[in-house]
């Protein structure tokens, strides 16, 4: 089966699409100031993609683990293992550095807003110009949290996609294992009937003597002219 047709590579384009979505994300909230709504929306936004990815991970891991009890049934060799099992460690990586990150800017962001709690006391109204600021900033948040909301349904369809193409895989790793063990049954039964052929012929000869047998063959060679005969003249 070629790397276009392996349901894992297929799994792990969608996963790897999604890595990438989330270190876009990612940059997006280091460039972006702790103290705005659009950061804590964005924090949360790479929480949840992070959870999602690793569930992806680890359930195409799964598979990996069943592939490995029987490498040759599935038509892969322990190359090709290494390599699958190489790829799901630097996922897990990528996710988790992202993650340590996002928490720490998180405890980082919460002791500043602690300071500036205390600082704030000390500060007077701000003027209409702020005001009009702080309305458009506002507005510009809403607007950047209805495009990440956007991006988090576009994650929900890729999981779901994902979910399929595994429940795909299973019932296909099923079909093969009956198809492997009707093929069985069918030999062992096919086995054994020519066991008992062997059994009668050999029982046939054995009361026929040498007499019987030399009957036997001749009888034999006739039949096969005969079929022979019929064939070439139709």
């Known amino acids: 089966?070629?790397?276009?047709?392996?349901?894992?590579?297929?799994?792990?384009?969608?996963?790897?699409?999604?890595?990438?979505?989330?270190q876009i994300s990612f940059h997006r909230w280091e460039q972006t100031p702790s103290n705005t709504g659009e950061h804590v929306h964005l924090t949360k936004e790479l929480y949840t993609s992070c959870e999602?990815?690793?569930?992806q991970v680890d359930e195409l891991e799964k598979t990996i683990l069943v592939a490995s009890r029987d490498p040759a049934y599935y038509g892969l060799d322990e190359v090709e293992l290494s390599r699958r099992r190489n790829w799901i460690a630097s996922a897990r990586n990528q996710v988790a550095a992202v993650r340590r990150a996002v928490e720490k800017g998180k405890s980082n962001s919460a002791f500043s807003a602690?300071?500036?709690?205390?600082?704030?006391?000390?500060?007077?109204?701000?003027?209409?110009?702020?005001?009009?600021?702080?309305?458009s900033e506002s507005d510009r948040q809403l607007l950047l949290m209805r495009q990440q909301d956007e991006e988090l349904d576009e994650l929900s369809e890729s999981v779901q996609r994902i979910g399929g193409v595994g429940l795909t895989i299973h019932e296909e790793l099923s079909g093969q294992e009956r198809i492997l063990n009707d093929l069985?049954?069918?030999?062992?039964t096919t086995s054994n009937r020519?066991?008992?052929?062997?059994?009668?012929?050999?029982?046939?000869?054995?009361?026929?003597?040498?007499?019987?047998?030399?009957?036997?063959?001749?009888?034999?060679?006739?039949?096969?002219?005969?079929?022979?005969?019929?064939?070439?003249?139709?």
């Open 1 to 22: 089966m070629s790397s276009a047709q392996d349901p894992f590579y297929i799994v792990r384009e969608e996963i790897q699409d999604t890595i990438d979505k989330l």
């Open 52 to 55: 999602s990815i690793e569930w």
């Open 114 to 135: 602690h300071q500036d709690m205390g600082t704030s006391r000390n500060n007077h109204y701000t003027t209409q110009d702020n005001d009009d600021f702080i309305v």
């Open 184 to 188: 069985s049954l069918e030999m062992d």
């Open 194 to 234: 020519l066991d008992f052929v062997q059994k009668r012929v050999a029982m046939v000869m054995k009361k026929a003597g040498i007499k019987g047998q030399i009957m036997l063959i001749v009888f034999l060679v006739v039949m096969f002219i005969i079929l022979f005969v019929l064939v070439f003249l139709t």
